[in-house]
């Protein structure tokens, strides 16, 4: 294992080693400071350690640093992870966890405070709003910065933050896209989906394409790659663009028994329930299915079920489509395994939300601190990270997307594809809600979605209708709530041991977003409302 990562990194040196000259001749032309005093540039970052700094110096500085070899640059973590890393956790006794906000606050305002700040989209807009970071606008004019090659939606995305100004710049970004399956389409006699459409299409779609019965049954839509998941977590994905709320910003209140929660539980659960979405079961009855020879076999495409032709559409991010090229040029490894024919159009819209389509996050936003003791190479460093130099050696990555329209493609041996269907919608703006803090504050709050899932499969199975399953899990989870204030570590589950917390905050990366204040009918979501599978 060490010798393929020793491989790999002596591999992507190289490549970096060969485009330094152009690059160092790009960089050269016009540069004002042709002296040799030598400068300190401080670069903070969310978390530091051991394994953090050397990562980020081979991705953002090392080239930096080779190219202006007057700076040196120091990085600086306002958490470290080796601190955090070997702690023993005591789940009767929970450590107090960090607030991160704060302690970016102080590595911007402390006695040494950094020059760059390389934060996330949510912490952006806090850092704006206090006003500690220096706005970009003026040095880009001044400088003339060209940005015309900038994907728009990345750029909108950056200044809803700001109030429609700029205070950080980010060379990559990655986001979601609807793959669909062109030969099941075919099959079925129905027409492919197409960019911009709403959700009611694609709904009807699915169920269109959808048929078969038993282990042949191939099925119209999934949330995700691997079927079976929580059907809450379903309808916060379906939806995420109207951002459906769980409790208020306090923590203190549910607020899941709205008309907008009443709209999306209906329309996940039918699709359950008429089976054009794959549940646990039918995953569970797919493995059964396995018989004689094929029994205990392990197929590395059986668990993603688009890939092996069983799902018509699935909503995945743009690494996958390094999954499916690598999955077809080693198709002749995989038994009865036949490459998916497939394209991808944008994530589905929702009328109340048209023109957005979530699910885009921004890599490594970087800032200048409105505090910085050297900003000029503060600025240097970011036109630099943001080059169109820069952007060519970084759109060799299979995971991200360039943030320059002119460097945005795919592998070169991956099927032609719509690309633009990843950067043609706008994010979900920002929260207001602190989830950080919440789950920091009262980490037993994962326990008032125990019941949302309950109340799915009551829904499913005919027992309930949406609006009685989320009346009942209003008032479990305002139970729950309501002992969160005086024993803010939970700990009788509130209807069910699952800790949705990691996913919670994973659905929060993939949305880069959290919401704003919430409406009866259509709620502001924020990713502490996503529910574990």
């Not at 016009?30 to 400068?39: I, L, M, Q, V």
Request: charged content about 25%; glycine content about 8%.
């Amino acid at each position: 294992m060490e010798k393929k990562l020793w491989m790999k990194r002596a591999a992507a040196t190289t490549v970096a080693l060969t485009m330094l000259v152009p690059l160092m001749a790009a960089c050269s032309k016009g540069e004002k400071d042709n002296s040799a005093e030598k400068r300190v540039l401080r670069i903070g970052t969310l978390y530091g350690g051991k394994d953090n700094e050397p990562w980020f110096r081979q991705q953002y500085t090392d080239t930096f640093e080779f190219t202006h070899q007057n700076i040196e640059i120091e990085i600086v973590g306002a958490i470290n992870n080796d601190d955090q890393r070997f702690q023993t956790y005591d789940p009767n006794n929970p450590q107090k966890q960090p607030d991160t906000y704060e302690e970016l606050k102080k590595m911007l305002t402390g006695q040494n405070p950094v020059d760059v700040v390389v934060v996330d989209y949510t912490q952006l807009k806090r850092l704006v709003q206090d006003n500690l970071m220096q706005q970009l606008d003026p040095l880009i004019a001044q400088d003339k910065f060209d940005l015309s090659d900038y994907v728009p939606t990345v750029l909108d995305g950056i200044k809803q933050v700001g109030d429609n100004n700029l205070y950080a710049l980010t060379p990559t970004f990655s986001s979601s896209a609807l793959f669909y399956n062109k030969k099941l389409f075919q099959e079925a006699g129905v027409s492919v989906p197409t960019d911009g459409m709403f959700w009611p299409d694609i709904v009807d779609l699915a169920r269109r394409v959808s048929k078969g019965e038993g282990k042949d049954r191939k099925y119209g839509l999934s949330f995700n790659r691997w079927p079976g998941s929580n059907g809450i977590y379903d309808v916060q994905n379906y939806a995420s663009t109207l951002q459906l709320k769980t409790w208020d910003d306090k923590g203190e209140k549910m607020l899941v028994n709205t008309q907008g929660w009443v709209d999306a539980l209906t329309v996940v659960a039918g699709l359950y329930k008429d089976d054009i979405i794959p549940d646990s079961e039918d995953v569970q009855k797919m493995n059964e299915g396995k018989e004689g020879g094929d029994a205990g076999i392990y197929n590395p495409v059986d668990n993603d079920w688009f890939l092996s032709g069983r799902v018509a559409m699935t909503i995945s991010d743009f690494s996958y489509v390094n999954e499916l090229t690598l999955a077809k040029d080693n198709a002749a490894k995989i038994k009865d395994f036949t490459p998916v024919d497939w394209d991808v159009v944008t994530v589905p819209q929702h009328q109340q939300a048209a023109g957005i389509g979530g699910n885009i996050y921004y890599s490594q936003l970087m800032g200048i601190n409105a505090k910085a003791q050297n900003p000029d190479d503060a600025w240097e460093f970011i036109k630099f990270t943001n080059s169109p130099e820069l952007a060519k050696l970084k759109s060799r990555s299979q995971y991200e997307l360039s943030s320059r329209k002119s460097f945005i493609k795919a592998s070169e041996s991956a099927t032609p594809f719509n690309i633009a269907a990843f950067y043609s919608l706008k994010p979900i703006p920002p929260s207001t809600t602190d989830t950080d803090k919440l789950y920091r504050e009262k980490p037993g709050i994962w326990e008032a979605t125990n019941a949302g899932n309950d109340a799915f499969n009551d829904v499913v199975k005919g027992n309930k209708t949406a609006k009685e399953a989320l009346a009942e899990w209003e008032t479990k989870g305002n139970a729950v709530l309501e002992k969160l204030k005086t024993n803010p570590n939970g700990g009788d589950g509130g209807g069910g041991a699952i800790d949705v917390k990691p996913l919670a905050e994973a659905a929060g990366e993939a949305t880069s977003t959290e919401s704003s204040e919430a409406t009866e009918s259509t709620e502001v979501t924020s990713s502490d409302a996503a529910v574990a599978r």
